[in-house]
């Protein structure tokens, strides 16, 4: 079993910066891709960031590419998103997630999921 918990959302004006942080309970994070997923309302679930269970490898889709920024220290068992430069359209329900096995992709197959924390951006 794989628990996880976000911390680290608000309220933020359109420019500025939010660290969000996901605790990890698992026997063997080191060897799980971790991402970090968004829901807006009324719109689907979408991946911002992936990294490698090694932290050398990170994938990000277009839309926060050069923004958002995914860490991982496996000797806390934590994940990381650093956010930067937030727009009002990053506004969403931010979730960490945690895959076990290869899905092929980084974005797919992951496995638990956080209860997630809310990041608004205003104008």
């Known amino acids: 079993q794989v628990q996880l918990v976000e911390s680290g959302g608000g309220l933020v004006q359109a420019g500025g910066s939010l660290r969000l942080s996901c605790a990890a309970s698992g026997r063997t994070f080191s060897s799980y891709t971790m991402g970090w997923f968004r829901q807006a309302p009324g719109k689907e679930r979408e991946a911002v960031a992936a990294v490698s269970s090694n932290g050398y490898n990170t994938y990000y889709p277009d839309s926060v590419k050069g923004r958002f920024t995914i860490s991982r220290d496996n000797a806390k068992n934590s994940v990381y998103l650093q956010m930067d430069s937030l727009k009002p359209e990053d506004t969403a329900v931010y979730y960490c997630?945690?895959?076990?096995?290869?899905?092929?992709?980084?974005?797919?197959?992951?496995?638990?999921w956080g209860q997630g924390t809310q990041v608004t951006v205003s104008s």
């Open positions: 997630a945690a895959r076990t096995y290869f899905s092929g992709s980084y974005f797919t197959g992951y496995d638990y």
